[in-house]
């Protein structure tokens, strides 16, 4: 046992009865279901804004972008011009790559002893796979939400959820992202808990987010398929909270106070956490300067005005006494 | 701060796409749908299952239990929790009262963006009534 997942785990078990016994025992819906978002997103928006800008405000001090490539040189050397970009434009391509596509983890490498004392490196790109659905099956499942905090439902919406239980299994249709989200997370998690290496590397920061979305996972597909629940009355409250007319209207069992919750204590934990990889990927000087290293200058912001004595000045000073001992000048006068 | 213009621009389109639920409903009072019933369904009081937000909830998972007895065991006989006996049929018992679809089906359907392919076979039989 390890005490930082355990204590994630616990922490969000916690979490969990806090939602379901206030809402079930205490009856503090209008606390969960209105006050606690409008609190979360506040903070969210606010925190985010504010570690960008913070970061914004923080000095480069060297160009550090990592080079895949050939950086331009010669003009019969042929230049890596995403991998090494030297313009606006590559830079551009490659930061829209890297988000969108994760190519830096698209790289990433096993180390590990073979055999005894034999070094090996393989490519391992589990982890890229399963960041990918992880991402995007996440973002297919918040998008699918808009369906509760939009009226009228737009058309794409409807067809992203279309396409996403197009299998038609069973009544509702099951999901396709749902399951890939949970099936994601537990990889990750999995990988955390077995690899000796990350499990060393891990903390309960890193455990934390994963269990957290489990959780909203699992509630979620729980009021799905399993402890079904009133999906007009649902949307009445969601709607209610983004057209700032929130009620709460009655039968809504604490599941969803709690899934509620769940993503509450997300949103709010979300400018203050490791998650802040999804601004923070703009603000990284390892992709986004331009690798014109040998074309251009990088001046260091913080660099003060160096008091220099130049050898002219040097000379002008001292040249009567230099010529007096005879050493040589490079003007006479 | 540096690159001031375009972490600014990044920030408002940022913030703007968070929001997006906020300024696309513009604070308009949404009212939840109302169903009506048919005055067949008044005067039976009682559905399959007594109690309405069980119904609200689970009735899809009903009629997929139902088509599963109905389709691999031949069997149509269902009795309610209430000791009543109903036809297994989405035809003959629950369109049988509910015959106003648009009225009733369609407005939490549409509501929640619900688009069941119940009635890519089911609504011709019987006829939909207003």
């Known amino acids: 046992m390890n005490i930082n997942y355990l204590a994630s785990l616990i922490a969000v078990i916690v979490l969990f009865l806090l939602a379901y016994v206030g809402v079930e025992a205490a009856g503090l819906r209008y606390f969960f279901g209105v006050l606690l978002p409008y609190l979360a997103v506040i903070i969210f928006i606010v925190g985010f804004v504010k570690k960008i800008v913070g970061w914004a405000k923080t000095p480069v001090p060297f160009p550090i972008p990592t080079t895949c490539g050939q950086q331009e040189t010669l003009s019969w050397i042929k230049p890596a011009k995403i991998d090494n970009p030297t313009t606006g434009f590559g830079v551009f391509v490659r930061m829209l790559l890297?988000?969108?596509?994760?190519?830096?983890?698209?790289?990433?490498?096993?180390?590990?002893l073979r055999e005894g004392d034999k070094l090996s490196y393989e490519w391992e790109k589990w982890l890229w796979l399963f960041a990918l659905?992880?991402?995007?099956?996440?973002?297919?499942?918040?998008?699918?939400?808009?369906?509760?905090?939009?009226?009228?439902?737009?058309?794409?919406v409807k067809f992203l959820e279309s396409m996403d239980g197009f299998l038609q299994i069973g009544l509702p249709g099951i999901m396709i992202s749902g399951i890939l989200l949970l099936a994601a997370l537990l990889f990750l998690l999995l990988r955390r808990i077995f690899i000796p290496q990350i499990r060393y590397i891990s903390l309960a920061s890193d455990y934390f987010p994963l269990f957290l979305i489990m959780g909203i996972a699992i509630t979620g597909i729980l009021m799905r398929y399993f402890i079904r629940v009133d999906i007009a009355g649902i949307k009445e409250l969601t709607i209610g909270l983004v057209t700032f007319h929130p009620i709460i209207p009655d039968g809504i069992g604490g599941l969803f106070y709690v899934h509620l919750f769940f993503v509450s204590v997300f949103?709010?934990?979300?400018?203050?956490?490791k998650l802040m990889h999804a601004g923070g990927i703009f603000m990284s000087p390892t992709r986004n300067l331009t690798t014109n290293t040998r074309a251009t200058r990088h001046i260091n912001p913080w660099n003060y005005d160096v008091k220099v004595h130049t050898y002219e000045e040097y000379e002008d000073e001292f040249r009567e006494k230099m010529i007096g001992a005879g050493l040589p000048v490079e003007k006479e006068s | 701060m540096f690159n001031k213009k375009l972490v600014i621009a990044g920030l408002i389109?940022?913030?703007?796409?968070?929001?997006?639920?906020?300024?696309?409903?513009?604070?308009?009072?949404?009212?939840?749908?109302?169903?009506?019933?048919?005055?067949?369904?008044k005067e039976a009081k009682e559905c399959v299952l007594p109690d309405k937000l069980k119904m609200r909830g689970e009735h899809m998972q009903l009629l997929d239990v139902w088509r599963g007895t109905v389709v691999r065991e031949g069997n149509r006989k269902y009795v309610g929790t209430n000791g009543k006996e109903y036809e297994m049929s989405l035809s003959n018992t629950c369109l049988d009262c509910h015959s106003n679809k648009a009225d009733f089906c369609d407005k939490c359907h549409e509501y929640a963006s619900v688009d069941p392919y119940c009635w890519d076979c089911h609504i011709d039989n019987p006829k939909e009534t207003k």
Not at chain 1, 142 to 148: C, G, K
């Open chain 1, 98 to 112: 890297e988000i969108l596509f994760f190519r830096s983890l698209f790289r990433n490498t096993k180390m590990e």
């Open chain 1, 133 to 156: 659905a992880f991402h995007y099956s996440f973002l297919t499942v918040l998008l699918r939400h808009l369906r509760f905090f939009l009226e009228p439902v737009p058309g794409c």
């Open chain 1, 267 to 273: 949103i709010a934990y979300f400018p203050f956490s």
């Open chain 2, 13 to 41: 389109i940022f913030v703007g796409i968070i929001t997006f639920p906020f300024w696309f409903n513009q604070a308009k009072v949404i009212a939840p749908p109302e169903v009506k019933l048919t005055e067949r369904a």
